[in-house]
């Protein structure tokens, strides 16, 4: 702890699960700097009314998006003072319910917190190279862009 | 050049990635010469404004990017992760 | 599951610590519409150069915390469509490093998740009725109101 | 009717609740009265624009709120929870 301005960093791109309890462990053993930790969970969630949506699939550019998710989280550093960032996205197949992606971020104030976890799930929506693929009971179709994901990161300029 | 194309584009064009020698010096040409090549090239790239590319792992906006030196061109659909 | 308008609560004040993963699991557990899931941590921190702070003491007024808690989140519920709210408060002595607070709120959609959880916080550290004394080195001091705090409830009206 | 006193409040007043009778119909009144008492009063209400009041577990704003036939007054400093 000799500087305020090194803040711990984790991107991992995997198959399994993650635990969260680990993750805000890693982010706030021994730095009593941190006053707030805010999480965010996606899920796989299952909108339609008889449970149509089987599994999902995610697919990802290994070589570039483990590359854009860490200068997000360089560029959140840079626009907040933040003490660490853990984020994890899942690939491959997942089923309602599971996880898709953890976002953890520790800071002293929580309004730092809080606004760069918008951030970086704005930016990670609509700039990280991952793919989602539904297979429902009547076949599979890839998700379609998002128009409000997109137009959310007119807030950030 | 090492051409790579994901998701539906992946789909479409029916390989994940390809070895791939032109003369054309831009995106825009790359992609005219990919579509005159075979019918799933022209299916691939029909909605042209929709389609994404990045060189060397870096998103580029315009199409008229210099490709000449590069080594590896991706082409995929808006991305959906999160 | 029969109505999207049933959001899942819990309030808790207590000595106890929490666990994130069992209020998460609390809120998410057979409800597929959740889409995303938020949690704020608020901890103890020590700023001071040399550890001067060696603990915390937190006082509420427990025949009324916790009703103003539970109102906090109904206002939440009517504002924003949500799945679910938990929300643990600790009080009595806590140490640098410990958990003060835990909120989790369950959505179909991310952006009301964070409103939704930036505007409780907002509100408990303005309206809840509890108080928190530093004990230093030097003595024993009850923390002040915050202003800053005080005037993000503006953003709300 | 029963009086509260909370974080630095009961530190000074020296008591967390004491029962109490009075023919004041309002918080101002009320406060006026308690302020003359004894001294740890007066000092607890010292800076009372920084002093909340809660009626029956109900905040109030206007120190002119009636408080005739309420059963529970707590007064506290700023709350600082969270």
């Known amino acids: ?157 | 050049m090492n051409l790579l194309y994901f998701a539906s584009l992946r789909e479409c064009i029916g390989v994940s990635s390809e070895n791939y020698i032109t003369d054309q010096k831009t995106i825009s040409g790359l992609i005219d010469e990919l579509v005159k090549r075979e019918p799933r090239y022209e299916k691939a790239f029909k909605n042209l404004p929709m389609i994404k590319v990045a060189i060397d792992h870096e998103l580029i906006a315009d199409l008229e990017t210099s490709i000449v030196g590069v080594s590896e061109i991706a082409f995929f659909p808006p991305m959906t992760g999160g």
């Not at chain 1, 890693?26 to 707030?36: I, Q």
């Not at chain 1, 599979?140 to 807030?155: A, F, P």
Request: glycine fraction near 4%.
């Open chain 1, 1 to 157: 702890m000799t500087s305020d301005h090194v803040p711990k960093f984790k991107i991992d791109i995997r198959k399994e699960n993650f635990d969260i309890n680990l993750e805000m462990k890693y982010l706030t053993d021994v730095n009593l700097k941190v006053g707030a930790v805010v999480s965010f969970v996606g899920k796989v969630r299952d909108l339609s009314k008889n449970s149509k949506l089987k599994f999902m699939e995610i697919e990802h550019y290994p070589e570039m998006s483990e590359k854009v998710l860490r200068d997000l989280c360089k560029k959140a550093t840079l626009r907040w003072e933040l003490q660490g960032i853990s984020l994890i996205h899942r690939i491959g197949k997942l089923y309602p319910g599971e996880n898709i992606v953890l976002l953890v971020i520790a800071s002293v104030h929580r309004e730092e917190a809080f606004d760069a976890s918008l951030f970086l799930m704005d930016f990670l929506k609509s700039e990280a190279p991952f793919w989602k693929k539904e297979t429902t009971i009547t076949g599979s179709i890839w998700v379609e862009e998002n128009q409000v994901d997109k137009q959310k990161l007119l807030r950030w300029q």
